[in-house]
């Protein structure tokens, strides 16, 4: 972007032109001459570096280095800068591990996730600033290099005013000291001519006319390097204008650069921090405990109630039986078979009856009673007997 901005008739080399007194002369800058002449600049150094003590040329002259030691101190101001972005953008990323190796397993972990991947980004867009940061100050270093080539040509080119300058201070120092040397010798003059004798009297007037002499020379000398100062300098002063629309021309151009990347980086925080929000808004409490339970969650059947049953004694099963069929014993869901003493419900338990005890006392009351004869045997003995 910044050639563009300098315009290739900037690059190339400087061109000659024609002074007011039909000498060439060389224009660093042909392009911003054009342009400083159609912008119509309420500012001309041509009515600004005069003076009593004709030092505008040195004035002018310095202003032009400092603008090369104002562009090497733009160009570390944007180094420091750089800096702070690449700094920002280390801890950003350093936040962004942080943040994900947080506690992830809980319903707040999909924040994290979130906090994790805008830091990211952040630590991104501060990596990019620092790179068109970095790109920006090569600019300004180039530019800086070539500000010192041309100060080179501009002071041979110069170097005819600055002897017209030194020419005229040194013409206007003799002149003062002609003129009081003058003025002495005129005063001496009307003093002899009171007091002294015709002899001094000559001598005085010989040294009148001597030192009005060197005065009238000095005068005339003084006129005429002092229109040949006026013509050279008011060259100079234009083309030190020159120098200095095209200095700030760049200068404002880089400073333009630094707002558009500004610009841009900031607008692209601005992004990033909007789809935060965004993204925070989307998981809202419903949305974490949902996430939470379809992540985590371990079945949506409720286990099933168990009731009470009342144990079958007609299935009673000795523990050697009830451990080889497996089944359990007493309990049961079939209907009970009639009992001996004939109640269809069976004999009635007591509150306190335990199937154990009673399984154990079965055999028992069997041993106690002991072998009974068979009824049909009693029969057929009487049938006999009779």
């Keep these: 972007y910044l050639a563009n901005a300098i315009g290739e008739s900037e690059l190339d080399p400087p061109s000659p032109t024609q002074r007011q007194d039909g000498s060439e002369e ?13 912008s119509k600049m309420t500012v001309d150094f041509r009515d600004y570096f005069w003076g009593e003590k004709n030092n505008g040329f040195d004035v002018l002259y310095h202003n032009m280095k400092y603008g090369y030691l104002a562009a090497k101190d733009l160009a570390e101001f944007f180094r420091e800068r750089s800096l702070v972005e690449e700094s ?130 000095l005068v005339e000398r003084h006129g005429v390097v002092r229109a040949d100062f006026e ?61 939470f339970a379809s992540a985590r969650q371990t079945g949506s059947e409720k286990p099933e109630a168990i009731t009470f049953e009342e144990p079958d004694p007609s299935l009673q099963l000795t523990p050697t039986n009830a451990a080889s069929t497996g089944s359990p014993p007493f309990f049961t869901t079939s209907t009970p078979a009639p009992s001996a003493s004939g109640s269809e419900n069976g004999p009635v338990l007591p509150a306190d009856f335990c199937p154990a005890s009673a399984a154990a006392a079965a055999p028992s009351s069997t041993a106690t009673n002991g072998p009974q004869a068979p009824a049909t045997k009693k029969e057929g003995a009487g049938v006999d007997a009779n």
């Design 231 to 291: 013509r050279r300098m008011a060259g100079s002063c234009q083309r030190f204008q020159e120098l200095e629309v095209g200095h700030l021309q760049h200068m404002k151009e880089f400073l333009a650069g630094y707002a558009r990347v500004l610009d841009s980086s900031h607008a692209l925080v601005g992004q990033v921090h909007a789809e935060f929000r965004q993204q925070c808004d989307a998981l809202d409490i419903d949305a974490l405990l949902r996430q």
């Design 88 to 217: 920002h953008s280390k801890l950003l990323s350093k936040l962004a591990r942080q943040a994900a190796g947080s506690c992830s397993t809980g319903t707040f972990g999909p924040l994290w996730g979130v906090l994790r991947s805008t830091s990211e980004k952040l630590s991104s867009l501060h990596a990019q600033m620092v790179a068109q940061l970095q790109d920006l100050v090569r600019e300004v270093q180039r530019y800086c290099e070539e500000q010192h080539r041309r100060h080179k040509q501009v002071k041979e080119e110069e170097a005819p005013t600055l002897e017209v300058v030194q020419g005229l201070q040194q013409t206007t120092g003799a002149l003062a000291k002609a003129r009081e040397a003058y003025a002495a010798r005129c005063l001496e003059l009307e003093k002899l001519k009171r007091e002294s004798s015709p002899k001094d009297l000559d001598k005085a007037e010989a040294k009148a006319r001597k030192a009005c002499e060197e005065y009238r020379q």
């Design 26 to 38: 060389f224009s660093l800058y042909p392009s911003l001459r054009h342009h400083s002449h159609d």
